[in-house]
Nanobody, 128 residues
Framework: QLQFVESGGGLVQPGGSLKLSCTTS????????IGWFRQAPGKEHEGVSC????????YYADSVKGRFTISRDRAKNTVFLEMNNLKPEDTANYYC?????????????????????WGKGTLVTVSS
């Protein structure tokens, strides 16, 4: 199975920016749908952003649309989440994930969070 190494989490002030990365050495990573998810204590799991490499489509939760950008460096087997104009409500543990099989739609996959492989997560804290 895929194993991820996540980094980039930390403390940032509201309005600031942060870039998360998730890297794997597993060959064939470019064949997986990828996504970033988050969960804060007492809050439900949320699909933040997902990417379908087959058709190049992306999905962003309404809460982050226009502020976050998902991308992937195929050569380095790394997925990124660029976060801008961060808000206190963005505080959460962020997880990268991958899914091998196709889902009904990218949005449905991301909202359901039914992924095959998960990273251990990295904490993002947005506070003044």
């Amino acid at each position: 199975q895929l194993q991820f190494v996540e980094s980039g989490g930390g403390l940032v002030q509201p309005g600031g920016s942060l870039k998360l990365s998730c890297t794997t050495s597993e060959l064939g990573f470019d064949t997986y749908n990828i996504g970033w998810f988050r969960q804060a204590p007492g809050k439900e799991h949320e699909g933040v952003s997902c990417f379908n490499p087959t058709n190049g489509r992306t999905y962003y939760a309404d809460s982050v649309k226009g502020r976050f950008t998902i991308s992937r460096d195929r050569a380095k087997n790394t997925v990124f989440l660029e976060m801008n104009n961060l808000k206190p409500e963005d505080t959460a543990n962020y997880y990268c994930a991958a899914r091998a099989a196709r889902f009904t739609t990218l949005e449905a996959m991301c909202r359901a969070g039914i992924m095959d492989y998960w990273g251990k997560g990295t904490l993002v804290t947005v506070s003044s």
